[in-house]
């Protein structure tokens, strides 16, 4: 579990991250297979404090919850997050919200320190293209 920011080939930065298991997530016959990302992503949406992010209903039935009638949750995804093409997460630990659990990374997402994600923000843009490997 290392990222990686680089650019034009420099070693700009490396972080410890954990990413969260495979696993087949929602109620049949609507269900998704979430998977460890690979290959290329694009960003979507870069989140801040104060942002909110709509949390899927299957979070909740993972962790056992009952799901609110409003999902939209401000920090669910920490003081920092990075949405992807394909529904990949990468995101900092929440004080709030059911992703604010130390044992529990969200399935196919990838939980970084906040401050590494902080730090690396401002070199992020939206269209920008990730990659994992």
Excluded: C
């Excluded at 949750?73 to 992807?84: E, K, N, R, S, W």
């Amino acid at each position: 579990g290392v990222m990686f920011l680089e650019r034009e080939g420099a070693h700009l930065r490396e972080m410890p991250i954990q990413i969260g298991p495979e696993k087949t997530v929602g109620v049949a016959p609507d269900t998704v297979r979430m998977v460890a990302p690979r290959g290329a992503r694009t960003i979507e949406r870069i989140l801040n404090e104060n942002e909110s992010w709509e949390v899927p209903a299957w979070v909740y039935a993972d962790r056992g919850l009952q799901v609110p009638p409003d999902r939209n949750i401000t920090d669910a995804l920490g003081p920092a997050a990075v949405i992807l093409s394909g529904g990949t997460v990468i995101y900092s630990m929440p004080s709030v919200g059911p992703l604010n659990d130390s044992a529990y990374v969200l399935p196919g997402g990838i939980r970084a320190r906040a401050a590494d994600l902080k730090a690396i923000l401002p070199n992020l843009q939206n269209g920008m293209t990730v990659y994992f490997y």
